[in-house]
């Protein structure tokens, strides 16, 4: 269990503001409990759905949902890093020294940062669409062969 920490801002009106999955607030929540101060957690994807009881596509879902609204940052396989205004810290100068290191386009208190996760949701769905209009195109063309094989045997 962590112990209590300086944290850089409240953000809860802003993680309410962004509608995320219930899932991915769980999972935000669970990351920010077993994190290290500045935010590190070393965790992989199976390990947050069992703490949660969810099924590994669903963890990766909730993760994904957290990395396009920039509150958490997969570093590595099996590495995240909380978004340095949400980490928890040592003291209040750690969470100030880090805040004023973020690049700008990271800060939670940005006037256009639920705008932005509401577009880079679209976008990310917009892939997906073309992911599986593309699959089923390959899909339709393999049988329309298929088809035309069996018809000259």
């Known amino acids: 269990m962590s112990t209590l920490r300086f944290a850089a ?3 809860d009106g802003l993680l309410a503001d962004l509608d995320l999955p219930p899932a991915a607030y769980r999972a935000l ?3 920010r409990a077993l994190s290290e101060a500045g935010g590190r957690i070393a965790i992989d994807q199976a390990t947050i759905g069992e703490l949660l009881n969810l099924s590994r596509p669903s963890a990766n879902a909730a993760l994904r949902s957290l990395e396009l609204a920039k509150l958490v940052k997969k570093v590595r396989n099996g590495i995240y890093q909380i978004n ?3 980490a928890g810290y ?3 100068e750690d969470a100030v020294a880090a805040v004023k290191a973020m690049s ?6 940005d006037p256009h940062f639920v705008d932005r996760y509401h577009q880079a949701v679209d976008e990310y769905e917009d892939q997906l669409a073309e992911q599986r209009r593309k699959r089923a195109a390959k899909k339709a063309a393999a049988a329309k062969r298929r088809g035309a094989l069996h018809a000259v045997s």
């Open 104 to 109: 700008s386009d990271e800060r939670l208190d």
């Open 9 to 11: 801002v409240n953000a």
């Open 84 to 86: 340095a205004m949400l």
């Open 29 to 31: 929540l669970k990351l």
């Open 90 to 92: 040592n003291s209040p």
